[in-house]
């Protein structure tokens, strides 16, 4: 069993920045692919972005290359997401998930945070 916590959300202006963090605590938690999700009101939970076990593979949607940045830090069992020049739209709940494979699909993953919101205002 995995637990995820996420901190960091909180209220931004557009074109800010703001950094997520998810500590993973539980068996082997440092072995797991990474990923980050989001959902907007309204809208089904999506990717975000994906770090495998060793950090060495990553991946965005499109709408946030350039943008974002996925990171992690094994010692700490910690990952991270950087989001910076921050819009509107990316105003959603921001979720950790940690899997075995890992990827863009929701089933990829087997355990969940909690979400935190990020709000950005226009």
């Known amino acids: 069993q995995v637990q995820l916590v996420e901190s960091g959300g909180g209220l931004v202006q557009a074109g800010g920045s703001l950094r997520l963090s998810c500590v993973a605590s539980?068996?082997?938690?440092?072995?797991?692919?990474m990923g980050w999700f989001r959902q907007a009101p309204g809208k089904e939970r999506a990717f975000v972005a994906f770090i495998n076990w060793s950090g060495g593979n990553t991946d965005y949607r499109d709408s946030v290359k350039g943008r974002f940045t996925i990171s992690r830090d094994n010692a700490k069992n910690t990952v991270y997401l950087l989001m910076n020049s921050l819009k509107s739209e990316d105003t959603a709940v921001y979720y950790c998930?940690?899997?075995?494979?890992?990827?863009?699909?929701?089933?990829?993953?087997?355990?969940w945070g909690q979400g935190t919101q990020v709000t950005v205002s226009s």
């Open positions: 539980g068996r082997a938690s440092g072995n797991y692919a």
């Open positions: 998930a940690a899997g075995g494979i890992g990827g863009r699909a929701t089933e990829a993953y087997e355990y």
